[in-house]
Nanobody, 124 residues
Framework: QVHLVESGGGLVQAGGSLGLSCAAS????????MGWFRQAPGKEREFVAA????????YYGDSVKGRFTISRDNAKNTVHLQMNSLKPEDTAVYYC?????????????????WGQGTQVTVSS
């Protein structure tokens, strides 16, 4: 069992930056692929970014490419999402997730463990 806790959310103006962190406990995440998803009110949960266990590959949703960066620190059992040039449409609850898989990381069905989420609000 992997327990995930997100932090770093908050309120920011459009054009600003935020860094989210996901701290894992229970097991090392070094053999898990890690992802970030988000869900806005009334919308389905949407893929944001993922990084495979070896850190050799990263993946991004089209709406965040060039603005968001995912990284991981296996020694600290943490994953980070740096969000720059934020837009009001980035407003959502952001979730961290862990997957045993190295494929299909854009699909939430391949993830085994989820955090409770952290709210990000971008004002215009």
């Amino acid at each position: 069992q992997v327990h995930l806790v997100e932090s770093g959310g908050g309120l920011v103006q459009a054009g600003g930056s935020l860094g989210l962190s996901c701290a894992a406990s229970g097991r090392t995440i070094s053999t898990y692929s890690m992802g970030w998803f988000r869900q806005a009110p009334g919308k389905e949960r949407e893929f944001v970014a993922a990084i495979n266990w070896s850190r050799e590959s990263t993946y991004y949703g089209d709406s965040v490419k060039g603005r968001f960066t995912i990284s991981r620190d296996n020694a600290k059992n943490t994953v980070h999402l740096q969000m720059n040039s934020l837009k009001p449409e980035d407003t959502a609850v952001y979730y961290c997730a862990a997957s045993h898989k190295w494929y299909g990381l854009m699909d939430l069905k391949f993830y085994d463990f989820w955090g409770q989420g952290t709210q990000v609000t971008v004002s215009s």
